[in-house]
């Protein structure tokens, strides 16, 4: 079996292309939705991923501003920024980067943003929500996923799936989403024993772990839908060779840039036991962003 391909990029730009039209309705409203992005640091992946989320806003037609602080800015200075993104009634939605720097406790961020204007779904008051099955932002990652199976025709109800990573990102905000949909679910991570054997029950199995190629065939029951969330920076040859065996396009990325990217999935053996997988870039990258749209939308129809 060679795995088809999931294809986040056009469900992404499908969620883009209707969020463009109820941005548009809202501004024959009066009203042009607004997303301030927080960013603390110089982390490079960090830094590409706030830059794509502003150029994606902007291109549906949402007002966005990115606020940039070297990695040193304290604790109170970062909260006194949210509090005032609270108090502006011009701003819908706020979105702190992760990981913030060390010295900063990060469940006080996110808790002292406004759940009414909190784009990512991570405050506790929208996390119990969601869990309740009470409306809430829903953490944009988990959110893409759901859309891209749904969209895709993946049928979820009554199937087994397993997720592998406990984040309050990915892992936990997924797993509430699966069974919302009827799933049987099962949350695996670093000490789940026999990781292997409970990922073979899966019909259905995500992967957000975040170590390059772990996932092997191996873990995947043939014929299962796969969703690899990882996006894993690898730099040796000898990786890129045993991941891409034969692949002279990947060989010459790497050549050219020094890297190339892979996902928690192993590129050489889990599309032949998988159905349907996706690509690592292009499967749930544009999926985070667009549901960060959508969110936005939904946070200024809401609050206006
Ligand atoms: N860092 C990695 N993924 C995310 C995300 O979905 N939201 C935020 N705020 N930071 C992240």
């Known amino acids: 079996m060679t795995a088809s391909i999931l294809d986040g990029k ?5 969620i883009r292309a209707e969020v463009a039209a109820d ?5 024959g409203e009066g009203i042009t939705p607004d ?3 927080v960013l603390v640091g110089e982390d490079p992946a960090s830094h590409v991923y706030v830059n794509a ?11 966005e501003t990115t606020h940039r602080y070297p990695r040193d800015l304290d604790q109170g200075a970062l909260l006194a920024t949210i509090d005032r993104l609270n108090a502006d009634s011009s ?3 706020i979105l702190v980067q992760l990981p913030l720097p060390k010295h900063i406790d990060t469940a006080r961020v996110l808790e002292s ?3 009414a204007k909190d784009a990512d779904g991570f405050h506790p008051v929208n996390v119990g929500r969601l869990v309740q099955g009470k409306p809430a932002p829903v953490p944009c990652t988990p959110a893409g996923i759901l859309e891209l199976l749904v969209r895709e025709g993946v049928e979820i109800a009554g199937k087994r799936a397993v997720v592998v990573g406990r984040s309050d ?3 936990k905000p997924m797993a509430t989403l699966l069974l919302k949909a009827d799933a049987t679910v099962t949350i695996a991570h670093s000490k789940t024993r026999d990781l292997p054997g409970v990922c073979r029950e899966a019909d259905i199995l995500i992967v957000a772990l975040g170590r390059a190629g772990f996932v092997t065939g191996e873990y995947v029951k043939p014929g299962a839908v796969v969703v690899d969330v990882g996006i894993n920076r690898v730099s040796r040859r000898e990786d890129v060779e045993r991941f891409f065996p034969g692949d002279a396009v990947r060989l010459a990325e790497w050549e050219k840039k020094g890297s190339t990217l892979v996902g928690d999935c192993d590129p050489s053996s889990v599309p032949e036991q998988a159905s349907r997988l996706t690509p690592v870039p292009g499967g749930v990258g544009p999926l985070t962003i ?5 969110n936005t939308v939904q946070l200024a129809r809401a609050r206006r």
Do not use: C, Q, T
């Open 290 to 294: 667009a549901r960060l749209l959508f």
């Open 10 to 14: 056009r469900v992404a730009a499908e």
């Open 53 to 63: 989320k502003a150029n994606a806003a902007r291109s549906v037609g949402i007002r």
């Open 91 to 93: 701003v819908d939605a």
């Open 113 to 115: 943003i406004d759940p």
């Open 23 to 27: 941005v548009a309705r809202l501004a």
């Open 169 to 171: 990102i990915v892992g």
């Open 35 to 37: 997303l301030d992005v």
